[in-house]
């Protein structure tokens, strides 16, 4: 049927294309973050400069850099608010996924609630600011982020598939809930664990909202509030030039630090991609089929 | 008689189950206070509200923060502004996702199907921030790519971010560019779990490949279409701060096409300082908000009740 390969065609170049739009604009900010300051004022950005330099992480890595402070700092909010949020959502899904418990209903309706009505960002604040977290490192870690009741669900929905049988002999052996949970029903819920730990962990690793609402403190500045400072403070470029050699380059490397930046920002999350993306789809496709 | 009763019930529950309800403490009390101890706090939309007094001291001054707010003239231009980009994210998004969806559902190959999925997905997993940068190297006046292609084709340069014309276009294409990937997948999903027999009936009946698409697979989408956008209907009065501030930051050039409620009730809280203007503001957004998604939701329900939320 030639009209069919007619079209086969078409679809590989449609999507081809696509994928390509999906791509290329990252390409361009890698490229630039590894152009000559010099080469970028001239042409602007590139796909292919002439001359290619390392000023840039040069500066990034060697100079008066926040980049270390600011990295240490999203990955301490990374892991530790990740991991608390596991638990507790684990926890709490166990124990509305409990079919014996009386009250279970009435504890999914009370998390519920919340998802549907959001009192908003004012509230929000003034309870925050409330609780002392202001220019705190908990700003980071607690407001919305420590506990979602969507991943709740998503824990809910697949521990309500795991038979009773599989705890009746814990149970007769006088083993309580908190034993159950943790020894029975976590490791049999690998795969939704890894789901919402990457749910959290990106969630957390690419929030700014928190440091932008609650932190003033340069050393307090994850990662993506740092970048998002640098694209309008030139000053802090200049800062990390003022203790590195002069000679190094006559030109402050604005443009390509600010891309080097948001490159180094990137990494980590391409290099987890592979699993990331496994355990995305299998959440996205559970929480969209049943919740 | 009954109330006593009930109460003992209540406590030989909870001792029964003691450990199955301390494992839920956390997140309860987590919920509750960023959850329900929140609430309360909306009331100060009607008051003078003073951060030293706090909520029981503050003055009550009725509704002249609401006076205030939709006395200017930004009010109906935010709440236009948020409408207007939210219903073309929701719609240009789930066009786009429906068409890919349908195109990668006809790939012959496994492999070129998978690497150019986590391709289009990947752009999820960035902050708005980076997004920001992207959007900056293309249509940053001096060095962007945009300008120099206008360059190379001989036409003047624009000044992209001191022209809020072209912002909606580019705020709405960088929304689907993010997140078309997500729908993408999901839509896939409900392609490949429609029953194969329809399509051997329809190409028995001599249908081709557009005919089968055209009253198989898009019918038999609608419930998850339906649903996705019922879901984003929810959000539809907040503007997703995180997107609009990162891109257009306090530009306000660009504010008459990009300035949502959730960037004004942003500035009012953190840059003027008035948490009770923001309130007001917040509680009207809630409102608005709560009524058109029980409109649509109602509106679903009367054409098809299988396909209403709740």
Not at chain 1, 104 to 129: C, D, E, H, K
Not at chain 1, 157 to 167: A, Q, R
Not at chain 2, 97 to 113: C, K, P, Q, T, V
Not at chain 2, 262 to 281: E, H, K, W
Request: glycine residues 6%; proline residues 4%; charged residues 10%.
């Amino acid at each position: 049927m030639p009209r069919n390969r007619l079209f086969d065609v078409f679809n590989y170049v449609v999507i081809t294309a696509v994928a390509l739009i999906c791509t290329l604009p990252m390409l361009l900010i890698l490229i630039v973050s590894f152009t000559e300051e010099k080469v970028i004022q001239n042409n602007g950005y590139q796909f292919f400069p002439e001359t290619f330099s390392f000023d840039a992480y040069n500066l990034l890595l060697f100079g008066n850099t926040p980049l270390y402070q600011s990295y240490f700092i999203s990955i301490v909010v990374t892991v530790l608010g990740t991991a608390v949020a596991v638990v507790i959502t684990g926890m709490a899904g166990y124990t509305i996924s409990t079919r014996h418990l009386k009250y279970r209903n009435q504890l999914a309706v009370f998390f519920f609630i919340t998802m549907v009505f959001n009192p908003g960002i004012v509230p929000w604040y003034l309870v925050s600011t409330g609780m002392g977290l202001q220019n705190t490192i908990w700003a980071l870690i607690i407001p919305t982020l420590l506990f979602n009741p969507f991943n709740l669900f998503l824990v809910r929905n697949y521990m309500k598939e795991i038979p009773d049988s599989l705890t009746e002999a814990a149970r007769i052996d006088g083993a309580n809930d908190i034993y159950i949970a943790f020894r029975i029903f976590f490791p049999l819920s690998l795969p939704v664990l890894a789901t919402i730990t990457l749910f959290y962990g990106i969630a957390y690793w690419n929030n700014w909202f928190n440091a932008i609402m609650l932190v003033d403190k340069a050393n307090l500045y994850p990662l993506q509030y740092l970048l998002f400072k640098l694209n309008s403070e030139i000053s802090m470029i200049q800062q990390m030039q003022s203790m590195m050699d002069v000679s190094t380059s006559a030109v402050l490397p604005s443009e390509s630090v600010k891309m080097a930046t948001a490159i180094l920002t990137i990494g980590p999350i391409v290099l987890f991609y592979p699993f990331l993306q496994k355990y995305f789809i299998k959440g996205l496709l559970i929480g969209s089929v049943k919740g | 008689m009954n109330e006593p009763k009930k109460k003992k019930g209540l406590l030989n529950e909870l001792r029964n189950n003691f450990s199955a309800y301390v494992l839920v403490i956390p997140a309860a009390l987590y919920t509750l206070i960023f959850g329900y101890i929140t609430m309360p706090y909306m009331l100060i939309a009607f008051q003078k509200f003073n951060y030293r007094t706090g909520i029981f001291g503050s003055e009550w001054i009725g509704l002249d923060n609401f006076r205030f707010f939709f006395s200017s003239s930004r009010a109906w231009q935010i709440t236009f502004n948020t409408l207007k980009l939210n219903f073309l994210f929701i719609v240009v998004g789930t066009l786009v996702a429906l068409a890919l969806a349908i195109l990668f559902n006809e790939l012959r190959s496994r492999w070129f199907s998978k690497v150019t999925q986590s391709t289009i997905l990947f752009p999820h997993f960035l902050s708005w921030v980076v997004v920001s940068y992207i959007i900056y190297s293309i249509f940053s006046t001096e060095y962007g790519l945009a300008n120099r292609m206008l360059d190379t084709i001989g036409l003047d340069r624009i000044n992209w971010y001191a022209s809020p014309e072209y912002w909606t276009a580019i705020l709405v294409s960088s929304n689907v560019w993010k997140d078309v990937g997500i729908s993408l997948v999901i839509y896939l999903a409900a392609i490949t779990g429609i029953d194969g027999s329809y399509y051997e009936a329809g190409q028995i009946d001599g249908a081709n490949r557009w005919q089968l698409v055209r009253h198989i697979t898009l019918p038999l989408l609608m419930p998850t279409v339906i649903i996705l956008s019922m879901l984003s209907l929810g959000k539809i009065m907040y503007g997703s701060f995180d997107m609009i501030y990162a891109i257009v930051k306090d530009n306000g050039l660009l504010y008459p096409t990009t300035d949502v409620i959730d960037t004004y009730v942003f500035r009012s809280l953190r840059n003027i300082g008035n948490p009770a203007q923001a309130m007001a503001i917040g509680l009207y957004q809630a409102v608005v908000g709560f009524i058109l998604v029980w409109g649509s939701n109602k509106l679903v329900r009367r054409i098809n009740p299988d396909n209403a939320l709740f």
